[in-house]
């Protein structure tokens, strides 16, 4: 006789699974302690990773740049789906069509640029003589502080020879290492990329059917969507703001006679992607390339306060019209997300940090529970 408490085999495909008894059900939902972690376990939660972030960067940064390139080149496979061209295919195409502009481009400004670098100690004497010149204070400065530093020194200390010994440079060594792990990263994402792309949304229905509830599906799939649309539009709308922020950066340049134009907007478009940093570094230099460049102090401060208006103009009309008020974050917040990630990757953090504070606000927009973060993210 089929006892009264069990419910009859639930068959779901192929597989059949006899429930649980309903009594047995209520007690161990009734006996199941309810576990809170404590303010010390979430410390220390928050510590250990930070600590694997740190160390575990070589691994974890190049999936996360292979995960915002993906959301952000996602819009652009559906729209080449849409006319029956495979996701592989696709993928490919778009890869090999940025990495050919990347080269392009590294080619042609990359030239000037390493002249440039190569000439940095003549220009950095040029530039100390310079603002000499134009504030003689400083020279001054300069020279009474040596005057002090002279001041216990004996005449034959004063006179005595200093021997210079030449030891051989670590730098060289230092640089192809630094190379090679770029080009190994930048090889494991550009690879890592073309799989994200190219299995279209096999991770997302991955994701959906280890969600256990019909609820958490829908939540799993619309948090992915916002997310994914959020950094698209962010990343797209930024980038095209900067290229032609550059464009009329370097054109400004141009007409002004100052050499390598098109280099030194290209410079300042890349800088403008970090946030308060990137434009505060810009403007320092174009103002030592005004100095460089003119004899005269008004002439030497045009270059940076044309990179000045165009980036106030940039970021107090363009980009607020272009993004809208999704992206209204919490000026603080973005600063102190700048430091955090700046400590923790380097450049690649700084870069990454408002995406990543962007897919954080996402998320606790859409979970209940995190309200309060959201509420404190959001300007």
Same mark, same amino acid.
């Given at each position: 006789?089929?006892?009264?408490?069990?419910?009859?085999?639930?068959?779901?495909?192929?597989?059949?699974?006899?429930?649980?008894?309903?009594?047995?059900?209520?007690?161990? %939902?009734?006996?199941?302690?309810?576990? +809170?972690?404590?303010?010390?376990?979430? !410390?220390?939660?928050?510590?250990?990773?930070?600590?694997?972030?740190?160390?575990?960067?070589?691994?974890?940064?190049?999936?996360?740049?292979?995960?915002?390139?993906?959301?952000?080149?996602?819009?652009?496979?559906?729209?080449?789906?849409?006319?029956?061209?495979?996701?592989?295919?696709?993928?490919?195409? %778009?890869?090999?069509?940025?990495?050919?502009?990347?080269?392009?481009?590294?080619?042609?400004?990359?030239?000037?640029?390493?002249?440039?670098?190569?000439?940095?100690?003549?220009?950095?004497?040029?530039?100390?003589?310079?603002?000499?010149?134009?504030?003689?204070?400083?020279?001054?400065?300069?020279?009474?502080?040596?005057?002090?530093?002279?001041?216990?020194?004996?005449?034959?200390?004063?006179? +005595?020879?200093?021997?210079?010994?030449? +030891?051989?440079?670590?730098?060289?060594?230092?640089?192809?290492?630094?190379?090679?792990?770029?080009?190994?990263?930048?090889?494991?994402?550009? %690879?890592?990329?073309?799989? =994200?792309?190219?299995?279209?949304?096999?991770?997302?229905?991955?994701? %959906?059917?280890?969600?256990?509830?019909?609820?958490?599906? +829908?939540?799993?799939?619309?948090?992915?969507?916002?997310?994914?649309?959020?950094?698209?539009?962010?990343?797209?709308?930024?980038?095209?703001?900067?290229?032609?922020?550059?464009?009329?950066?370097?054109?400004? *340049?141009?007409?002004?006679? !100052?050499?390598?134009?098109? =280099?030194?907007?290209?410079?300042?478009?890349?800088?403008?992607?970090?946030?308060?940093?990137?434009?505060?570094?810009?403007?320092?230099?174009?103002?030592?390339?005004?100095? *460089?460049?003119?004899?005269?102090?008004?002439?030497?401060?045009?270059?940076?306060?044309?990179?000045?208006?165009?980036?106030?103009?940039?970021?107090?009309?363009?980009?607020?019209?272009?993004?809208?008020?999704?992206?209204?974050?919490?000026?603080?917040?973005?600063?102190?997300?700048?430091?955090?990630?700046?400590?923790?990757?380097?450049?690649?953090?700084?870069?990454?940090? !408002?995406?990543?504070?962007?897919?954080?606000?996402?998320?606790?927009?859409?979970?209940?529970?995190?309200?309060?973060?959201?509420?404190?993210?959001?300007?």
């Amino acid at each position: 006789m089929e006892n009264a408490t069990t419910h009859p085999i639930a068959i779901n495909g192929d597989s059949a699974v006899e429930a649980a008894p309903v009594t047995e059900d209520i007690a161990e %939902v009734v006996a199941a302690p309810v576990v +809170k972690t404590k303010p010390v376990q979430t !410390v220390l939660i928050v510590l250990g990773s930070i600590a694997f972030l740190y160390f575990a960067r070589p691994v974890v940064l190049p999936i996360v740049f292979a995960c915002v390139a993906g959301m952000t080149l996602k819009p652009l496979i559906r729209w080449l789906s849409n006319w029956h061209i495979p996701p592989a295919l696709s993928a490919a195409v %778009v890869l090999c069509l940025l990495v050919s502009g990347f080269v392009i481009g590294f080619f042609q400004l990359g030239r000037p640029a390493l002249a440039w670098m190569n000439e940095a100690p003549q220009h950095m004497a040029e530039l100390r003589q310079r603002v000499e010149k134009i504030f003689p204070r400083i020279a001054r400065f300069g020279q009474a502080a040596a005057a002090v530093n002279d001041l216990g020194a004996t005449e034959e200390e004063k006179e +005595k020879v200093t021997t210079v010994q030449i +030891k051989t440079s670590r730098v060289p060594s230092t640089f192809i290492n630094w190379t090679g792990t770029f080009l190994v990263a930048v090889g494991e994402t550009l %690879v890592l990329l073309y799989l =994200m792309l190219a299995s279209g949304d096999m991770f997302l229905q991955k994701l %959906v059917r280890v969600m256990p509830t019909f609820s958490d599906k +829908k939540s799993a799939v619309e948090i992915s969507h916002e997310i994914q649309q959020n950094i698209s539009n962010y990343l797209f709308s930024v980038s095209l703001i900067n290229v032609f922020l550059g464009i009329i950066v370097s054109g400004g *340049l141009y007409f002004m006679g !100052v050499p390598n134009a098109a =280099m030194w907007g290209l410079l300042v478009a890349l800088l403008n992607f970090v946030p308060y940093f990137g434009p505060v570094a810009g403007c320092i230099l174009l103002a030592a390339v005004g100095l *460089l460049t003119f004899n005269t102090l008004w002439q030497a401060l045009v270059p940076p306060a044309w990179y000045l208006l165009l980036h106030l103009l940039e970021a107090n009309l363009i980009t607020p019209v272009l993004l809208g008020r999704r992206f209204t974050l919490n000026p603080v917040v973005i600063f102190v997300s700048l430091i955090f990630w700046t400590w923790l990757w380097g450049v690649p953090g700084a870069l990454l940090s !408002v995406p990543i504070l962007v897919s954080i606000k996402v998320v606790c927009d859409r979970v209940p529970a995190l309200s309060h973060v959201s509420e404190v993210l959001t300007s």
